[in-house]
């Protein structure tokens, strides 16, 4: 069975920090590039940043450069999304997605999500 669980979430004040796990099970973790979503409520879920199955690649939504940093184990099955400096606009109910490609046909699953409020 394939799980995608996400831990770390929670309320913070702004430039503050959390920092997101995503364990994952039931599938070849090495297969999948693993990213990070965020979904503000009454918008759609943008990928906020991603990293490669080596993890030399690794690319970020502009507006959180320089604040947020994600990571992965390979050993451990786990990606991490450390975020500093926080802004309210981070506000997002956030989950982690595995993705691999085969014959132009992209396979990926889905965490439940966990949910970050940035607020004073």
């Known amino acids: 069975q394939v799980q995608l669980v996400e831990s770390g979430g929670g309320f913070v004040q702004p430039g503050g920090s959390l920092r997101l796990r995503c364990a994952a099970s039931?599938?070849?973790?090495?297969?999948?590039?693993m990213s990070w979503y965020r979904q503000p409520p009454g918008k759609e879920r943008e990928q906020v940043a991603a990293i490669s199955v080596s993890g030399t690649n690794i690319n970020y939504l502009d507006s959180v450069k320089g604040r947020f940093t994600i990571s992965r184990d390979n050993s451990e099955r786990t990606v991490w999304l450390q975020m500093s400096s926080l802004k309210p606009e981070d506000t997002a109910m956030y989950y982690c997605n595995a993705a691999t490609w085969e014959n132009d046909q992209t396979y990926q699953y889905w965490g439940q999500g966990t949910q970050v409020t940035v607020g004073s």
């Open positions: 039931g599938f070849i973790f090495t297969d999948y590039a």
